[in-house]
């Protein structure tokens, strides 16, 4: 078998002089501090300079890597084919979404179909353009998601472990309806595994008929105190999951185990939270009218508003405002999962406004935020856990300060234009909401976009409006000191625009 890159790297570095070896680590090193990527990389003073380039190494293979689409979606259309791309019944798909709108609009019939991801193997979903219907809630989690549950779950604790020595005492999983439908309950899933629980399924019918609780001699770790915060949507379908979980968390209460293995026999009180009764969303982007520590308060309380509701056993429903608070101000913490390969945090708002909006409320009520991550469990047999800050710093990086990814925009005109600008209403979200974006970031991406004269030029002549946005979005940051920036280009560029082009809603 041939030898891969990195083996010939490490091959390479073998045969160079030791002095000269060293020289070329601190010149990297060196480099990578100029441009951000020391921070972005997660290097430190104690490292040496050849710890510092294997890290270096990782976080740039890490953005090498990441899939940028080219161009938006057009509805009913195929994507042209690729040479690497898994064979999917486009064409079929574009006809039968054409075929369904104009039948819907119409008032006829559309035929019903699975709810589901071809990523995780659900060919039965396609073709696409039918009438979704969910999928049989006492069968989530599946046997597949399961397994995937205890993968994220693992890297999970593992990534914990060696950023602060020890494992999390309590975690918060944000778990989303859609999500669910698409992995049949993964990231559920990766909960009961923190907990030590196993699900059982009934061997006929493959729906879940119980669980067992792992002994900790098996599971080899501490039980972890696991808080959910569901969607509106995840409460609507997936009704009977909060009442398992709470069933789960009071079989844990009851073992003979000592406290510090399992944290269920102290904590009481319910741990699935959401909004009201009929009630979705978080309400935090509605709150950010403009940077101020002011709105960053405000956030943080609509997100406790939105969210102060107990699901499952005897609090189903029912408002539970003090035990969310409690659960949140001990939170170590905060885990989002992302399972969708051709979509990223900054690619729409509710990614900031559950992740940064959680930020903002444990800030609120205990005046630091706990560690935030964001999963990544698009690649099946590799999930990787990375810190929001780190997932942050490689989507800026691989997709939206890339000249691909931008090209791709600008041949849809307006809309383009209008993505362009999103991306960085995103940024600066996370930025004021949960300091996970750098002032190099911000530098990225103005470099790309308003610095670049072509890319400029098409935003002022396709959206007008956006333009005035994105001109008025970073003069915001600079003002509230989320960007600081030593171009003054940028500075004089930016201060050029209208005094009415847009706010920060």
């Known amino acids: 078998m041939a030898a891969g890159p990195r083996a010939h790297l490490l091959a390479g570095r073998r045969k160079l002089d030791p002095r000269r070896r060293e020289r070329l680590a601190r010149a990297i090193v060196d480099a990578a501090r100029e441009s951000g990527l020391d921070r972005d990389s997660g290097l430190s003073d104690a490292m040496t300079p ?6 270096l190494d990782s976080f ?27 064979a999917m019944p486009f064409e079929a798909c574009a006809a039968g979404e054409r075929a369904a709108l104009l039948a819907a609009l119409d008032g006829k019939h559309v ?76 990231e559920f899933a990766m909960a009961l595994h923190m907990m030590g629980i196993a699900p059982v399924w009934d061997s006929t019918s493959d729906r879940v008929a119980g669980f067992d609780v792992i002994a900790l001699a098996v599971l ?80 943080g309380e609509a997100w406790l508003a939105a969210s102060a509701f107990a ?23 905060f885990v989002h999962t992302q399972d969708l390969p051709e979509r990223d945090l900054l690619a729409a708002p509710d990614y900031a406004a559950h992740e940064a909006g959680f930020a903002a409320a444990a800030r609120r009520l205990s005046g630091a935020a706990p560690t935030l991550y ?26 939206a300060a890339n000249p691909r990814w931008l090209a791709g925009q600008m041949r849809h005109g307006f809309r383009g234009a209008a993505e362009i600008a999103s991306t960085l209403d995103q940024m600066a979200l996370f930025a004021h909401l949960a300091g996970a974006v750098e002032s190099h970031h911000f530098d990225l991406y103005y470099d790309a976009t308003l610095g670049d004269d072509a890319v400029r030029c098409f935003i002022e002549q396709a959206n007008p409006e956006a333009a005035a946005m994105m001109r008025r979005r970073f003069q915001q940051l600079l003002d509230a000191g989320h960007w600081v920036t030593r171009r003054n280009s940028a500075i004089e560029r930016i201060a050029m625009a209208p005094a009415d082009a847009g706010t920060a809603s």
């Not at 050849?50 to 890290?55: G, K, L, N, S």
């Not at 998601?145 to 975690?171: I, K, N, S």
């Open 311 to 333: 699901y499952g056993g005897t609090h189903d429903g029912m408002a539970a405002r003090p035990a969310l608070e409690q659960r949140t101000a001990a939170t170590d913490a």
């Open 374 to 399: 964001h999963a990544d469990s698009a690649t099946l047999d590799a999930p990787r856990m990375r810190t929001l800050a780190e997932e942050i710093a490689r989507v800026v990086r691989g997709r």
């Open 111 to 186: 035929a019903p179909g699975p709810a589901g991801s071809p990523w995780r193997g659900r060919r039965d979903v396609l073709p696409t353009g039918r009438n979704l219907f969910t999928i049989d809630c006492r069968a989530v989690p599946s046997r597949n998601a399961a397994e995937q549950g205890e993968r994220l779950a693992d890297a999970l604790l593992t990534r914990h472990l060696q950023d602060h020595g020890d494992y999390p005492r309590h975690v918060m999983l944000d778990l989303w309806g859609s999500a669910t439908m698409r992995t049949a309950g993964e």
């Open 220 to 299: 080899g770790r501490p039980r972890i105190d696991v808080t959910l915060r569901i969607s509106g949507l995840f409460r609507d379908v997936f009704s009977t999951l909060p009442v398992m979980f709470e069933q789960a968390a009071a079989a844990l209460a009851a073992r003979d185990e000592p406290d510090a293995e399992n944290p269920y026999r102290a904590a009481t009180g319910p741990r699935v939270f959401g909004p009201a009764p009929g009630d979705y969303g978080v309400g935090v982007i509605e709150a950010v009218t403009e940077f101020t520590p002011a709105t960053a308060e405000d956030a």
């Open 60 to 86: 740039v293979c890490d953005v090498k890597t990441t899939l940028v689409a080219d161009g938006l979606h057009i509805f009913g259309r195929a994507p042209p084919p690729t040479e690497d791309q898994v």
């Open 50 to 55: 050849r710890e510092a380039v294997v890290r």
